[in-house]
């Protein structure tokens, strides 16, 4: 069965490093997301991505997070400056259709930021 | 409460009791997802319903959605102890062209035991 994969699973960098967070959605699909899960709090949405462009963003998503499909088969998020606030489990997810369509998850990966 | 509140918090049963965990939400939905967690991993999709459906079964689970009360139910009947992990409700909140973004409640823990 098409699953979504990411890559690091986990990442260990030090405040103010860039990190780039990787994702392969699912092949056929069109929309992907990033999420947030900071421990033992609620997954949060970030960003969603359709046709090259961002679609929305949350309050979350400043201008030091930026998402790319620099090819047809790979998603990334990138934290240009890391705050130790940023340290949280990452979630890419991908779905067929931007509308009531079931959205797949990935199984994340872990960022901490020293 | 937030969109996509669960109750309860917790819940603790034996092996081939049912499990029911609850979620609420505030605005009007194009469909409720469950999905399962487990301990630090990755998010499984379990159930999509639509908010023109009132009830839906996938194997073991059973999704129940009232509209007029904003309210949704996952059973898990004859549990195991495998089924140990959180469970998250999202909604759908549609972005603007059509693509969605989905808000999480805070999960139900269940903890199965032998």
């Known amino acids: 069965e098409p699953e979504v994969t990411q890559t690091p699973s986990h990442q260990v960098t030090q405040m103010g490093q860039e990190v780039i967070l990787r994702c392969v959605p699912i092949s056929n699909h069109l929309y992907f997301y990033w999420y947030r899960q900071i421990l033992g709090q609620k997954v949060e949405f970030l960003v969603s991505f359709y046709n090259n462009e961002i679609s929305e963003k949350s309050e979350i998503f400043d201008d030091q997070f930026s998402v790319e499909r620099p090819d047809g088969s790979n998603f990334t998020l990138k934290i240009r400056s890391t705050k130790l606030e940023d340290s949280a489990m990452y979630f890419c997810?991908?779905?067929?259709?931007?509308?009531?369509?079931?959205?797949?998850f990935g199984p994340g990966t872990r960022l901490l930021v020293l | 409460s937030q969109q996509g509140e669960e109750d309860p918090q917790a819940l603790s049963i034996q092996e081939g009791e049912n499990a029911t965990m609850n979620c609420s939400y505030k605005t009007s939905i194009n469909n409720l997802q469950w999905y399962r967690q487990n301990s630090g991993r990755g998010l499984v999709h379990l159930i999509l319903?639509?908010?023109?459906?009132r009830e839906k079964h996938s194997g073991r689970l059973r999704v129940t959605l009232d509209t007029s009360k904003k309210s949704s139910s996952l059973l898990i009947t004859a549990s195991r102890a495998a089924d140990t992990a959180s469970y998250f409700c999202?909604?759908?909140?549609?972005?603007?062209?059509?693509?969605?973004?989905?808000?999480f409640g805070a999960g139900t823990r269940l903890a199965v035991h032998p």
């Open positions: 997810a991908s779905s067929a259709e931007g509308g009531a369509e079931t959205q797949y």
């Open positions: 319903i639509r908010s023109n459906e």
């Open positions: 999202a909604t759908d909140a549609r972005i603007s062209g059509g693509y969605n973004k989905l808000i």
